[in-house]
């Protein structure tokens, strides 16, 4: 778009943006430094099941540009699950409060404002928050992400998966972590010699290595994730009952020093969810969201400013 004229280049926009069926309103486009609110930005709703990545300098739209995604989204029906890491989102539980200014903003970009709240919940991972705690059983997370977990080779994942067999035949519950040592001690031990046997590819050796990575695991945080009572996935796909998606705001304040509790937690939601979504040909909205603060972003869009309010920032 080099070679064209100003006017040129909004037609294209304008052309390339003009979309059938519902939408989500993303901005206005920037075109040789200046604001066009006539040439306005959006993706389909349809699209909204892809990947996005939004980039950018502090202060330039990233947190406002997940906000209105994720309100846009709720108001179309569609439950969103967002991982809030730094507490930016919890806004979207309040109204925000109108300005002169922010009326003059909306006004520049062709697009009406008006301050809402929107059906929020919050969850804390393991506890770690003021949310509803998120947990789920060892027996539930089964031995394959737990082993992918533990980073295990081969001939000790087949080996975990034995201890959940003898688990499970002999009605043993693996709620958490001292549940699946408990397990595992005793098969290594002289009362459950016999049982060990039966089992015949359990070695001392591996069940050593199985043991230390279990350590390791609660050095790391996740002996708040497993346990009871577990958290029912379903709850993520829940609308309101005025028709609109519950947005689910996950608390992670730890992050930082237990990274592992997150990834652990987020291989066993996908997992959990690919078994219970439905898997349609062709698509008229997704039927679930979700964003870690980074949603899509087109370097061209002025972002729409959110119905909910942004936390102060500082520094």
């Known amino acids: 778009m080099a070679n064209k004229t100003t006017a040129e280049k909004l037609a294209t926009i304008q052309k390339g943006y003009t979309l059938e069926g519902a939408t989500i309103e993303l901005g206005a486009a920037i075109v ?14 349809a699209m909204m099941n892809r990947h996005g990545l939004v980039a950018g300098a502090t202060g330039t739209g990233k947190t406002v540009t997940l906000h209105m995604i994720a309100e846009q989204l709720s108001t179309a029906g569609v439950p969103v699950f967002l991982a809030d890491i730094k507490g930016d989102l919890s806004g979207l539980a309040t109204a925000a409060a109108g300005s002169e200014k922010l009326k003059a903003r909306t006004d520049s970009i062709g697009q009406a404002w008006a301050g809402k709240t929107f059906p929020v919940e919050f969850l ?8 509803i705690p998120v947990r789920a059983t060892i027996t539930s997370f089964g031995p394959i992400l737990l082993s992918r977990v533990m980073e295990l080779n081969d001939t000790q994942e087949s080996s975990l998966q034995l201890v959940f067999h003898f688990a499970d035949k002999n009605n043993l ?8 040592r408990a ?33 390791n695991l ?59 979504l439905p898997k349609p040909a062709t698509w008229t909205s997704p039927n679930w969201c979700s964003s870690s603060m980074r949603p899509t972003c087109f ?3 002025h972002p729409r400013p959110s119905s909910t309010p942004s936390p102060p920032r500082s520094g």
């Open 32 to 45: 040789d430094g200046e604001l066009h609110k006539e040439a306005q930005v959006r993706l389909p709703l």
């Open 124 to 131: 804390a991972l393991g506890g770690d928050g003021n949310g």
């Open 173 to 180: 519950e693996l709620i958490d972590l001292k549940d699946l």
């Open 183 to 215: 397990v595992i001690q005793f098969l290594t031990s002289d009362e459950g010699k016999d049982e060990l046997e039966e089992l015949g590819g359990l070695s001392k050796a591996t069940a050593g290595v199985i043991l230390r990575e279990l350590v």
């Open 218 to 276: 609660e050095a790391q945080g996740l002996e708040r994730f497993f346990g009871e009572p577990e958290f029912d996935t379903a709850e993520l796909l829940r609308t309101a009952p005025d028709g609109r998606g519950v947005i689910t705001c996950l608390e992670l304040p730890t992050l930082q020093t237990k990274p592992m509790l997150f990834s652990t937690f987020l291989m066993w939601l996908l997992a959990d969810l690919f078994e219970d």
């Open 299 to 301: 370097s061209t869009a």
